[in-house]
């Protein structure tokens, strides 16, 4: 079976996970589709969140967490997001604090307007899962 770039530079990456003791990766540019079972993107000893881009080439996000870490895939925007907009989001509980990571890639040609996704981060800052502190959304 021949492999695609992406899964060839990640398996340097997941290397580099186990090397350097890495707790939690965002990897983006996955490449990863809906047909891509987890069992090939898997690192031993990390739980995968996972974003794939299904109809276009490309993109797609995932988050490893390392399993010393208590973690949960979760959608704190209440009425979900657009099929569009590639982002995950996990808590991880390390000790007695909670954290809420955020993974998103933003093509550079969206098929969304850019103010759909300001918004789409802004709201979930005051549905309760994050306080407006916690969270400023940008752009870069």
């Given at each position: ?50 974003k ?46 909670v ?12 098929h ?29």
């Amino acid at each position: 079976m021949a492999k695609s770039c992406a899964l060839q530079q990640l398996e340097t990456d997941f290397t580099d996970f186990k090397q350097f003791n890495v707790h939690i990766g965002i990897v983006t540019e996955t490449w990863f589709k809906p047909h891509h079972d987890d069992q090939y993107v898997a690192i031993s000893g990390y739980n995968v969140y996972r974003k794939d881009r299904p109809k276009r080439k490309g993109g797609g996000i995932a988050i490893y967490v390392h399993t010393d870490l208590l973690s949960t895939d979760i959608c704190p925007h209440t009425d979900g997001y657009s099929e569009n907009i590639e982002i995950t989001w996990v808590q991880c509980v390390h000790g007695s604090t909670v954290y809420y990571l955020a993974a998103c890639y933003h093509p550079p040609r969206p098929h969304y307007p850019d103010d759909l996704l300001k918004s789409e981060l802004h709201a979930v800052s005051y549905n309760g899962v994050c306080s407006s502190r916690q969270i400023k959304p940008t752009l870069l």
